[in-house]
């Protein structure tokens, strides 16, 4: 086997917040990468507006920067940013597909998260070499020592053998481009370096060159796709064996078995934060390829006469479910260039599909909606979020958990999750999961007044649970949650003990009406909204649902009246964000999303047919 010493493939990998975009800014910076860009914003691999928005990566994105190792030679690094949220996982297994190597972040103060669970089994099913780089070291609540030892722990749980557990460790500073190799104290930074070479010299040390055969065929792997106004589709590819140069004709290997002949029409490769053309690309290279409009992730562009394809690449089932469809409410079509027919939507679904191999897009019984499953609550909530920017109108139901059934028994998933919180809410937070069914596993004070609780949870009471837990920890808790396995179903949740306030009428919301209303409970609602029969407009006090006049008029006479009317002060209407309002449906209520606005409806509208249906569902219970 022959290697490429000039060239490293590298993903950096870690749990949600813990600086995997902030390091790649650094190393971009600190490898000439942008010296003609002038002025740099933060978080540059955020190229989404979302991304920007929620401060989380979405899509796996790769760059490149050319460092000068210590022999002289210049070295060629490409880096994939991968998302740190496993309700993305499909964009992290397709990133290690593409490289030789991870970076594990890990946070100084907060140690091993869920999410860096996720990442790291993945990296070690690979079989990967990887560098552990412990981030934020200036952090005042750093514990640097017990967050390396946490991770070692976490290595021998998730069976790591002997060459994967003798990991080099980095200790960095990213937001200032520092790094070194020995172990600073606990919120200082570290004095022996300025800059980030001692973790680009250990990259070049561990990480291994990309290997191939001589006189190999073709071999190039579809790991991810892009769009170009110019170009159209583009295949992200990893070449694996032979060269591939912009006009030849190679062999494409569809998924479906079958193989085409077709050209490339233009090579590009990256370089700082453009691609660039090529005219060719070795073994180990990382190239986008135009002139193929139906290439799908996973197929391999092969040699024409000699076409060899590669697996295809796979991921983690989907465990979360909801139902999308048409706008069926009286305000269907109301913002001006809506997108409101069901082949618009089903089209956009179908779009989704192709660059995103962790959706399912099923048929449902009715031809206006679809079962479309994911990760998670957040993946699902990010599609539909990016659909209302786009201009189309939809009905959304409510999040549901993807059973299976093993050894004959109708299973469902169950996550880990993780809770930061401070000490005296332990009892609020042991109450809100032993409802949901959770199982506390591990329990642990490090001695600063805030515990950290390890959960074994059905997905199911996860579901809206992120509301009551910030509510009850009064905004001071953190959580996160991962797929752990799937367990016999646990039965009966009951996750919302409150009702819904339901507008029984069409017409403008009043003062008059929210005024005398506010005291059944908390409204959504401002005055002059647009409501209909069936709207929720505020959540109830009381666990059942109630049917108010949010419309109601103040009656007015031509007698004057001798005391003056007292004003009443409206206390302000809780505005529920697309998440929010996700998490609070019930199984007989959905969201209706426009690009306007975002409103919450039951899915029978007739005050008279939901109560029948009550009254069937309670007679057959």
């Not at 499909?90 to 103060?109: F, I, K, N, Q, Y």
């Not at 569809?254 to 073994?283: F, H, N, W």
């Not at 179903?489 to 929210?514: H, I, K, Q, Y």
Request: hydrophobic share 40%.
């Amino acid at each position: 086997m022959l290697t490429r010493p000039d060239l490293r493939n590298v993903a950096i990998v870690a749990h949600v917040d813990h600086g995997k975009t902030t390091l790649v800014d650094a190393m971009l910076k600190q490898g000439g990468a942008i010296h003609t860009r002038g002025e740099m914003a933060d978080r540059v691999m955020d190229s989404m507006d979302l991304e920007r928005e929620k401060g989380i990566t979405i899509l796996a994105k790769n760059t490149a920067v050319h460092y000068q190792g210590a022999d002289g030679d210049s070295v060629t690094i490409n880096i994939i940013d991968t998302p740190g949220h496993a309700d993305f996982g499909g964009e992290v297994e397709r990133g290690l597909t593409m490289v030789d190597g991870v970076v594990l972040l890990v946070d100084a103060s907060e140690g091993p998260l869920p999410q860096t669970r996720f990442v790291l089994r993945k990296a070690l099913k690979a079989k990967l070499p990887i560098i552990l780089v412990i981030n934020k070291v200036d952090r005042p609540d750093a514990r640097i020592k017990e967050v390396v030892d946490d991770t070692y722990e976490l290595f021998l749980d998730l069976d790591a053998d002997e060459t994967q557990i003798d990991f080099p460790i980095v200790y960095a500073c990213a937001r200032d481009g520092i790094a070194s190799l020995n172990q600073p104290e606990d919120g200082k930074i570290p004095a022996d370096s300025e800059t980030l070479q001692p973790l680009f010299q250990t990259l070049l040390d561990t990480i291994p060159a990309p290997t191939y055969t001589e006189d190999a065929p073709l071999q190039a792997h579809v790991t991810n796709l892009d769009a170009s106004p110019f170009l159209g589709r583009l295949a992200l590819c990893r070449v694996r064996e032979g060269v591939i140069r912009k006009g030849q004709s190679v062999a494409w290997c569809k998924t479906d078995g079958s193989t085409d002949r077709v050209r490339i029409s233009e090579l590009l490769m990256t370089e700082g934060l453009e691609r660039k053309p090529a005219e060719q690309a070795g073994p180990g290279d990382i190239i986008a390829v135009a002139g193929i409009p139906e290439i799908m992730i996973g197929e391999t562009l092969a040699d024409a006469e000699n076409p060899i394809p590669l697996p295809l690449i796979t991921v983690d089932e989907p465990a979360i479910s909801m139902t999308i469809g048409t706008n069926t409410s009286p305000l269907v079509g109301r913002v001006k260039g809506a997108k409101v027919t069901a082949r618009m939507v089903k089209d956009r679904l179908d779009k989704e599909l192709v660059g995103n191999v962790s959706l399912r897009v099923l048929p449902t019984d009715r031809p206006d909606s679809w079962e479309v499953q994911g990760r998670g609550e957040l993946a699902l909530a990010i599609l539909v979020e990016q659909m209302k920017r786009e201009s189309y109108e939809l009905t959304v139901g409510k999040p549901q958990v993807v059973t299976r059934e093993i050894d004959g028994k109708i299973c469902e998933p169950v996550e880990r999750l993780t809770i930061d919180a401070p000490e005296e809410h332990l009892g609020a937070i042991t109450q809100l999961l032993a409802t949901r069914k959770g199982r506390m596993e591990q329990m642990v004070n490090h001695g600063t007044g805030w515990i950290r609780m390890e959960w074994l949870v059905p997905a199911r009471g996860l579901i809206g649970f992120r509301t009551e837990f910030l509510t009850d920890t009064r905004g001071t808790g953190i959580l996160h949650h991962v797929f752990e396995k799937y367990e016999p179903w646990f039965g009966e949740l009951r996750t919302r003990n409150n009702g819904s306030l339901v507008a029984d009428r069409s017409g403008p919301v009043t003062a008059f009406a929210m005024t005398n209303l506010q005291e059944r409970g908390t409204l959504f609602v401002e005055p002059g909204t647009e409501v209909y029969e069936g709207m929720i407009v505020g959540e109830n006090s009381r666990s059942d649902d109630m049917d108010v006049n949010i419309t109601k008029e103040k009656k007015l006479t031509n007698m004057r009246s001798s005391t003056a009317d007292e004003t009443e002060k409206l206390i302000p209407p809780r505005k529920l964000s697309l998440e929010q309002a996700l998490e609070f449906c019930r199984e007989d209520e959905c969201v209706e999303v426009t690009p306007a606005a975002v409103r919450i409806r039951k899915v029978t509208l007739d005050q008279t047919q939901r109560a029948r249906e009550t009254a069937r569902r309670k007679h057959q219970n």
